[in-house]
């Protein structure tokens, strides 16, 4: 959740400052037989204690355990991971990165059996707990969204084995849109909030189901986590479905205090670091990003900017990177990425507030925004609409069509949508957002009705709006 101290038999032993990230502690062994694990979580904020979530979030924070805990009793030299890299499709050729829990250096023999076929045994050469090989897949069979084929690797040495599952493909731009496997593919589909009325982010893995086989049954192909590191089960669910991803570490909003302040910055990229850990084997993630809507036009943002850049390649050489920005005219860090993402709803925050259909916005505004970053020089890079949409109270009909109508959204998620779809030099978009979900827990909220940002096309409980009818006619039609 937010924030958490974890302490075994009475000592302090880990505190959790990285909310929705994942947290792995090592217990020391003792001679007890019961050993007594107390977590403490606190929801209140704190920028000095928890410099990476804040108050004025658009959606609402919760405290507490909301992922799964496990407990692994591990031999001495335990491996952590096997991080697996595609390095080519066609012959199924992979290269093995191994990490084990201790910096040891030594030879070892290890057992690998892929797809369930023992292969032959594999030497390492361990330096300080980290080895590399490479192997080919018996059967390979690529991944992709239309056929999103997996693998699975066991590897084994001494007393200890991990299994890991994998895709076989790669993720680049081709003709300024996202390739995977140097296919083009536009991507269609929705920002996501982890949240629901009765189980706030803690959702039930039948629940996760329910989500994407609605964005299925829309036509999308494409989900951007928003705004923080997502449920590994999510994730699981999106490599067996065909889903593509775009992962991004937290962040919303933040100005120039945090940007300039070496604990956040630090935090920024530490979390960066544990998002990439966790999902680097999944097929699905093929964007990362970071900072959602910072101030990314002001001098000061640079540093941490670049810093997260440097930090994903360093990691990741194999996916995009970019982040969603708020200011496409300004912004002063896009030459950081690959693909270019902006947030932006015209004709919901008008501005020509006197315009009687304010939707009649939309095409010339990304128009605008296309044209300003070709004279930049960014015309090249893959355009995202990482965020766009209207705000509609389920069950509201009217007449009019006014704000906050299902009509409105219906007529504008059209022209969006229908404008996407036909113009090549729109990439992809993620409609802002799948489903409505309580927002500020503060005053704040009197700029939300329900305190719910209400711009899903479902509600919170995946009741369709009208809306739904309308991006499900054209995203299938494409």
Same mark, same amino acid.
């Given at each position: 959740g937010m924030w958490a101290r974890v302490y075994v038999d009475g &000592? *302090?032993? !880990?505190?959790?400052?990285?909310?929705?990230?994942?947290?792995?502690?090592? @217990?020391?062994?003792?001679?007890a037989a019961t050993r007594d694990i107390v977590v403490v979580s606190d929801n209140r904020f704190n920028r000095q204690?928890?410099?990476?979530?804040?108050?004025?979030?658009?959606?609402?924070?919760?405290?507490?355990?909301?992922r799964s805990v496990y407990w692994h &009793? *591990?031999? !001495?030299?335990?491996?952590?991971?096997?991080?697996?890299?595609?390095?080519? @499709?066609?012959?199924?050729?992979?290269?093995?990165d191994v990490r084990f829990r201790e910096a040891f250096t030594s030879k070892?023999?290890?057992?690998?059996?892929?797809d369930g076929k023992l292969l032959p045994p594999v030497k390492l050469t361990v330096r300080k707990g980290q080895a590399d090989f490479e192997f080919t897949?018996?059967?390979?069979?690529?991944?992709?969204p239309a056929s999103p084929a997996l693998h699975t690797c066991e590897l084994g040495v001494g007393d200890d084995a991990v299994t890991e599952r994998f895709g076989l493909r790669t993720v680049g731009v081709a003709d300024g849109v996202v390739a995977i496997n140097g296919e083009p593919v536009k991507l269609l589909g929705y920002c996501r909030h982890e949240a629901h009325p009765q189980f706030g982010p803690a959702l039930p893995l039948d629940q996760l189901v329910q989500d994407l086989h609605l964005l299925r049954d829309l036509g999308c192909n494409f989900v951007r986590g928003s705004h923080y590191p997502q449920d590994p089960r999510f994730l699981d669910l999106c490599d067996e479905l065909g889903f593509v991803v775009f992962e991004e570490s937290m962040g919303w909003g933040q100005q120039v205090e945090h940007f300039v302040d070496p604990v956040f910055q630090d935090l920024q990229v530490a979390q960066t670091e544990t998002m990439v850990r966790k999902s680097y084997?999944?097929?699905?993630?093929?964007l990362w990003g970071f900072l959602n809507e910072g101030a990314s036009h002001k001098p000061e943002s640079r540093a941490i900017y670049e810093r997260l850049a440097t930090t994903l390649r360093a990691l990741d050489s194999t996916r995009l990177v970019t982040y969603a920005s708020m200011h496409p005219l300004d912004d002063l860090n896009l030459d950081l990425v690959d693909v270019v993402s902006i947030n932006c709803y015209p004709g919901w925050y008008a501005q020509d507030k006197e315009l009687v259909a304010p939707s009649s916005e939309i095409v010339p505004r990304l128009d605008a925004i296309r044209a300003s970053l070709a004279a930049r020089g960014f015309g090249g890079k893959p355009f995202l609409v990482s965020e766009i949409g209207a705000g509609a109270i389920y069950g509201w009909r009217d007449p009019l069509h006014a704000h906050w109508s299902e009509e409105y959204q219906q007529e504008y998620?059209?022209?969006?949508?229908?404008?996407?779809?036909?113009?090549?030099?729109?990439?992809?978009?993620?409609?802002?957002?799948?489903?409505?979900?309580?927002?500020?827990?503060s005053a704040r909220a009197l700029m939300r009705p329900r305190a719910f940002n209400n711009k899903g096309t479902l509600d919170e409980y995946r009741r369709p709006k009208l809306a739904y009818g309308t991006v499900r006619s054209i995203f299938r039609k494409e």
């Open positions: &000592e *302090l032993l !880990a505190e959790s400052r990285q909310p929705y990230s994942q947290l792995e502690i090592t @217990v020391p062994a003792a001679a204690r928890l410099p990476l979530l804040e108050q004025f979030f658009d959606f609402y924070a919760y405290g507490g355990i909301f &009793e *591990l031999p !001495a030299r335990a491996l952590d991971r096997v991080q697996l890299t595609t390095l080519d @499709v066609a012959s199924g050729r992979v290269r093995a070892r023999t290890a057992s690998l059996t892929v897949v018996p059967e390979p069979a690529p991944w992709s084997n999944h097929p699905c993630v093929a998620l059209r022209v969006v949508c229908e404008e996407v779809v036909k113009n090549p030099a729109i990439a992809g978009v993620a409609l802002w957002q799948f489903c409505d979900g309580r927002t500020y827990a």
